[in-house]
């Protein structure tokens, strides 16, 4: 099977030394897309809390504006609201976290600076253009699913789908790199 098709299935596999795996030190800010059945490149927003994919002006909410993130320190990432894609909100450098693993939460988030515990706000790594984490066990994974909110297109951001029965979920894979013109017409 294919590396990253285990590390999304959640099969732990040996990629620590890869020379595909790679730590992204600070550079140029960049957006993440989701892809996977019926999610086309869809861009991560957030309302300053939760994660979301789709388009954040599809939220009616002022707070809702697609993230820019940029490396920070051991591996976290962090975000800021892309204000040319839409709203100009008042969160600013906030922490993107996933939950820990002994988290019965599903939840993908931001956090401001300090992190009141209950998730994982270091060590996202990339595989060529995809985004992972490692735990702190040090096994690598791509959990990233989503789940259809209430509103048309938008979906929540979701991570570890183990114990999670919603019929709807997708899981999708997480890149840096936005989707071509000919598949846009999906997000
Ligand atoms: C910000 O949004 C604009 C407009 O959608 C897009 O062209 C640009 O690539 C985005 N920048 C980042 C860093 O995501
Ligand atoms: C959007 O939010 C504003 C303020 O909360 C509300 O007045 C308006 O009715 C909402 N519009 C839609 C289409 O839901
Ligand atoms: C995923 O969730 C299951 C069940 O809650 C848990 O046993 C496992 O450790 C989690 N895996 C990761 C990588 O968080
Ligand atoms: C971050 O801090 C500000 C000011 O204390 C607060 O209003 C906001 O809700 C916090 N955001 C998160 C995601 O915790
Ligand atoms: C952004 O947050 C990081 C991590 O909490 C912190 O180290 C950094 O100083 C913050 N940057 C700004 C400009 O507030």
Request: cysteine-free; glycine content about 10%; hydrophobic content about 35%.
């Amino acid at each position: 099977m294919h590396v990253l098709q285990s590390l999304i299935l959640g099969i732990p596999v040996v990629v620590a030394g890869s020379p595909m795996l790679i730590e992204r030190s600070p550079t140029s800010p960049f957006a993440l897309f989701a892809y996977g059945d019926g999610i086309g490149g869809a861009p991560v927003f957030t309302d300053g809390e939760s994660a979301y994919i789709g388009r954040a002006t599809r939220l009616n909410d002022s707070e809702a504006a697609q993230v820019q993130f940029i490396g920070g320190t051991d591996n976290s990432l962090l975000a800021s609201p892309n204000t040319t894609a839409g709203n100009a909100p008042t969160w600013s450098n906030l922490t993107f976290m996933v939950p820990d693993m002994t988290s019965s939460s599903h939840q993908v988030g931001f956090a401001n600076s300090t992190i009141s515990g209950g998730g994982s706000a270091s060590e996202f790594v990339f595989y060529g253009d995809f985004l992972l984490h490692k735990n702190t066990d040090g096994d690598i994974n791509g959990l990233w699913y989503a789940v259809p909110s209430d509103e048309d297109r938008i979906w929540t951001l979701n991570w570890n789908s183990t114990d999670d029965d919603t019929e709807e979920k997708v899981l999708v894979t997480l890149k840096a790199t936005p989707p071509s013109r000919t598949m846009d017409k999906n997000i």
